[in-house]
């Protein structure tokens, strides 16, 4: 008799444990992202998924014709006063900035969970600055 309450216990316990690991406080929902598209010869796309108090940020960056300027796009991410800048452009095996045909995988995460902002940009071969296109809010 002994020995049945404390299999029954055990299994009680165990299925316990199971309801709590298996019910998440804050599901995960992996959503689409994109920039607003300022210009014609880049894009950027993928998707963000927030859990565990992070945000967690992949897709891709391509540019479509060589033009003097480098394909690029920055994500803001911000908790409370504080922001984060993640800025990732297209660049050669040696590290230079890349002007032609290609695409790249990117992917970031951040404990700055609170909002996510998303701008498509380019670097201009020639003078090295960056010009952005407007923000979007994604959450």
């Not at 998440?24 to 598209?37: F, H, I, L, S």
Request: net charge positive; with cysteine.
């Amino acid at each position: 008799m002994r020995r049945i309450a404390a299999v029954a216990l055990a299994a009680g316990t165990l299925m316990a444990g199971m309801a709590a690991v298996g019910a998440p406080a804050e599901a995960a929902v992996t959503k689409k992202w994109a920039p607003y598209n300022k210009y014609s010869n880049l894009a950027s796309w993928g998707t963000y998924t927030r859990s565990g108090g992070s945000v967690y940020v992949s897709g891709y960056l391509q540019d479509s014709k060589k033009n003097g300027w480098t394909a690029c796009v920055r994500f803001k991410f911000t908790e409370g006063g504080k922001a984060y800048w993640s800025r990732h452009k297209i660049v050669t095996s040696s590290g230079a900035n890349f002007d032609n045909k290609g695409t790249v995988s990117i992917k970031v995460s951040s404990s700055y969970s609170s909002h996510l902002y998303v701008q498509e940009c380019g670097r201009s071969k020639k003078s090295g600055q960056y010009v952005y296109g407007p923000g979007k809010t994604l959450f």
